[in-house]
């Protein structure tokens, strides 16, 4: 596995199924979890098998979630149609679901790694982000870090309210995992952002390299 970028299936986010931890029912909690542990798996996952076994003290030093909240977060995961899990103790094996050759989306080591240790676990922003960052991954062109997107488009794949994009956004910003500047308006009026990731995104299979690219620092500045 790369120590530069993980990996999850596009289908993931096109599907709709991540964007249905929607925090609805009282689950804001649960579904921010959920996200961050997908992610965290992400990173750890097998590029050909999109397997990884982990232990479950090993997902919790990742993520700065408590045992109990993993456990909720690894159900609402199974649920949604994303992840398998096959547990044994304290070691489970998890599997990747919808994914096919060729059809993935790289997620940055370093820079997520870090973020995933602010313990940041509850807010109606802070879940906004968690599902707003996967989609900017899917989003990004494969030659450069930005990704270009209206507020309307985040809207439509993340199904975060279009009142919480913003505040989403500037949770992104402030981890140093996001940077953006508007662009021209579209032709409906529509301002559209660049999106810039922090982190090395290489290219072709995993090699093995180590991470070269620093976390950003907190900037609330457009680039």
């Given at each position: 596995?790369?120590?530069?970028?993980?990996?999850?299936?596009?289908?993931?986010v096109?599907?709709?199924?991540?964007?249905?931890?929607t925090?609805?029912n009282?689950?804001?909690?649960?579904?921010?979890?959920?996200?961050?542990v997908?992610?965290a798996?992400?990173?750890?996952?097998?590029?050909?098998?999109?397997?990884?076994?982990?232990?479950?003290?090993?997902?919790?030093?990742?993520?700065?979630l408590?045992?109990?909240?993993?456990?909720?977060a690894?159900?609402?995961?199974?649920?949604?149609?994303?992840?398998q899990?096959?547990?044994?103790?304290?070691?489970?094996?998890?599997?990747?679901?919808l994914?096919?050759?060729?059809?993935?989306?790289?997620?940055?080591?370093y820079a997520?790694?870090?973020?995933?240790?602010?313990?940041l676990?509850?807010?109606?922003?802070?879940?906004?982000?968690?599902?707003?960052?996967?989609?900017?991954?899917?989003l990004?062109?494969?030659?450069?870090?930005?990704?270009?997107?209206?507020?309307?488009?985040?809207?439509?794949?993340?199904?975060?309210?279009?009142?919480?994009?913003s505040?989403g956004?500037?949770?992104?910003?402030?981890?140093?995992?996001v940077?953006?500047?508007?662009?021209?308006?579209?032709r409906?009026?529509?301002?559209?952002?660049?999106?810039?990731?922090?982190?090395?995104?290489g290219?072709?299979a995993?090699d093995?390299g180590?991470?070269?690219?620093?976390?950003?620092?907190?900037?609330?500045?457009p680039?």
């Open positions: 596995m790369s120590t530069k970028w993980g990996s999850f299936p596009k289908a993931a096109d599907s709709g199924k991540l964007a249905s931890l925090g609805a009282g689950e804001v909690g649960a579904h921010i979890a959920a996200h961050k997908y992610l798996l992400a990173l750890e996952v097998d590029f050909h098998t999109r397997q990884v076994e982990m232990g479950m003290s090993f997902l919790q030093e990742r993520t700065a408590a045992r109990p909240m993993l456990g909720r690894l159900g609402a995961l199974e649920q949604a149609g994303v992840l899990v096959e547990r044994d103790g304290y070691r489970n094996r998890y599997t990747q679901l994914h096919a050759p060729n059809a993935f989306r790289q997620v940055p080591s997520t790694r870090q973020a995933l240790k602010l313990k676990n509850r807010g109606v922003s802070v879940l906004a982000a968690w599902k707003l960052l996967p989609v900017l991954l899917y990004r062109d494969g030659k450069t870090g930005d990704a270009l997107a209206m507020h309307e488009t985040l809207q439509r794949y993340s199904r975060v309210r279009p009142e919480h994009v505040a956004i500037s949770q992104l910003v402030e981890w140093g995992l940077r953006h500047r508007p662009t021209e308006s579209n409906n009026g529509h301002p559209s952002f660049v999106y810039r990731l922090a982190g090395d995104f290219g072709g995993p093995g180590l991470p070269t690219t620093p976390v950003l620092k907190p900037n609330r500045v680039f």
